[in-house]
Nanobody, 121 residues
Framework: QVQLVESGGGLVQPGGSLRLSCAAS????????MGWYRQAPGKQRELVAT???????TFADAVKDRFTISRDNAKNTVYLQMNTLRPEDTAVYYC???????????????WGQGTQVTVPS
């Protein structure tokens, strides 16, 4: 079994910063892309940022220049550094990893349980 466990969410004032972490564990053979998505109340889940195993990154326009994504392949962990937070960043943030397990060698997406980020207006 594979688990993705997020941490680092919370309440932060506008203009503040938070760092989210997501650690993947279990019978993992290879992790490919990792990323962060978010879902605000009443809205669809949207992409925030992704990072490939090579380190190539992509960002949503809404967070570009404020958020950075990084990963530690030795720890199977992805990070999201969020700076200059705004009320519109309020959402549940989900981690996703595209990976292959040792058991079935099938590449698929796994999701974390989500962590709440709240930026009051």
């Amino acid at each position: 079994q594979v688990q993705l466990v997020e941490s680092g969410g919370g309440l932060v004032q506008p203009g503040g910063s938070l760092r989210l972490s997501c650690a993947a564990s279990g019978s993992i053979a290879t992790i490919y892309d990792m990323g962060w998505y978010r879902q605000a109340p009443g809205k669809q889940r949207e992409l925030v940022a992704t990072i490939a195993a090579t380190g190539t990154t992509t960002f949503a326009d809404a967070v570009k220049d404020r958020f950075t994504i990084s990963r530690d392949n030795a720890k199977n962990t992805v990070y999201l550094q969020m700076n200059t937070l705004r009320p519109e960043d309020t959402a549940v943030y989900y981690c996703k990893a595209n990976l292959m397990t040792l058991q079935n060698r099938v590449r698929r997406n796994y999701w974390g349980q989500g962590t709440q980020v709240t930026v009051p207006s």
